[in-house]
Structure formats: structure tokens, C-alpha cells
């Protein structure tokens, strides 16, 4: 999972259930949300589309 550095995915209890499930987290740099730009797209793209309707 590639993800940024937001508290909800740098917690204990995340690492640990990945952890469980065999799942690798991959942090991007902090300020760097251009490492992640699919999902940075998707997200703007979504908030437009139905958010902001």
C-alpha cells in the first residue's frame, strides 16, 4: 500500500493490521504528493464529480 503521511495510516494499529495481512506499506516523502498522483487525481477528480455537484 503507497500511502502519504497523514496520522490515520502512521498508526500502530494500521501497521499492525497490515502486518496480519502480509501487506507492505510504502510511505511517500512528506510534501511530495506528486509520488502519489493517481490517487491525488482520483481524489480531485471525485470531489468535483459528486462533492462539489
Known amino acids: 500500500m503507497r ?3 497523514g496520522p490515520e ?3 500502530k494499529d ?3 493490521w ?3 495481512k502480509s501487506i ?3 510511505f511517500i ?4 504528493p506528486m509520488q502519489n ?3 491525488e487525481r482520483f481524489n480531485g ?3 468535483r464529480e459528486l462533492l462539489d455537484a
Open 3 to 5: 500511502t502519504d503521511n
Open 9 to 11: 495510516f502512521t498508526s
Open 14 to 16: 494500521l501497521e499492525l
Open 18 to 20: 497490515c502486518l496480519s
Open 24 to 26: 507492505t506499506i510504502h
Open 29 to 32: 516523502q512528506p510534501g511530495k
Open 37 to 39: 498522483g493517481f490517487i
Open 45 to 47: 477528480s471525485y470531489r
